[in-house]
T-cell receptor, first 113, second 113 residues
Framework: GAGVSQSPSNKVTEKGKDVELRCDPISGHTALYWYRQSLGQGLEFLIYFQGNSAPDKSGLPSDRFSAERTGESVSTLTIQRTQQEDSAVYLC???????????FGEGSRLTVL | GENVEQHPSTLSVQEGDSAVIKCTYSDSASNYFPWYKQELGKRPQLIIDIRSNVGEKKDQRIAVTLNKTAKHFSLHITETQPEDSAVYFCAVPLSGSARQLTFGSGTQLTVLP
């Protein structure tokens, strides 16, 4: 596709349920990022994938959060046993390489009831 | 890790006036300084960036200035228009080999008609 695609765009779930968010980066982009944006807040770094290198997971807030990426394509962010404080917009971005322009998706808005 | 401070958090200006947003960073090895604009309900998008080998870069009504000695860089918007109203984020690459971006806390700019 022409841009970064994320799904679902909106997800409402009950506390304690698991959720999976998907990101399709721009073809050829080796770097992929996940950020979290709470209402009216900044961009909180979660995880970073660069090619076949080990991902930088230093931003994941707890062990309930995990992410995978298949080669240089699709990535999934999984949140287990969701809590109300997980409610936020989860933004995915990709770039040609590290240190270049980030192209963001529209985000997945997660609401945990 | 990299520490990025952004000021002010909110800024209101009259249409036609100038707006200045400043970011300071801690890692003297940082060499790439982008600014992103996020309109309400939309994804962040790159509006201008600067590399460390220059002190200023202009693109029509927006400019970025860099002071590497003092470790700060600023976004300047001249002749502001209502469509400039948005949240603006600075970003700096984290230290280390990965160089992924860490973002400032954002500035809500409101241009009053």
């Amino acid at each position: 596709g022409a841009g970064v695609s994320q799904s679902p765009s909106n997800k409402v779930t009950e506390k304690g349920k698991d959720v999976e968010l998907r990101c399709d980066p721009i073809s050829g982009h080796t770097a992929l990022y996940w950020y979290r944006q709470s209402l009216g807040q900044g961009l909180e770094f979660l995880i970073y994938f660069q090619g076949n290198s080990a991902p930088d997971k230093s931003g994941l807030p707890s062990d309930r959060f995990s992410a995978e990426r298949t080669g240089e394509s699709v990535s999934t962010l999984t949140i287990q046993r969701t809590q109300q404080e997980d409610s936020a917009v989860y933004l995915c971005a990709s770039s040609v390489g590290s240190g270049g322009e980030l192209f963001f998706g529209e985000g997945s808005r997660l609401t945990v009831l | 890790g990299e520490n990025v401070e952004q000021h002010p958090s909110t800024l209101s200006v009259q249409e036609g006036d100038s707006a200045v947003i400043k970011c300071t960073y801690s890692d003297s090895a940082s060499n790439y300084f982008p600014w992103y604009k996020q309109e309400l309900g939309k994804r962040p998008q790159l509006i201008i960036d600067i590399r460390s080998n220059v002190g200023e870069k202009k693109d029509q009504r927006i400019a970025v200035t860099l002071n590497k000695t003092a470790k700060h860089f600023s976004l300047h918007i001249t002749e502001t228009q209502p469509e400039d109203s948005a949240v603006y984020f600075c970003a700096v690459p984290l230290s280390g080999s990965a160089r992924q971006l860490t973002f400032g806390s954002g500035t809500q700019l409101t241009v009053l008609p």
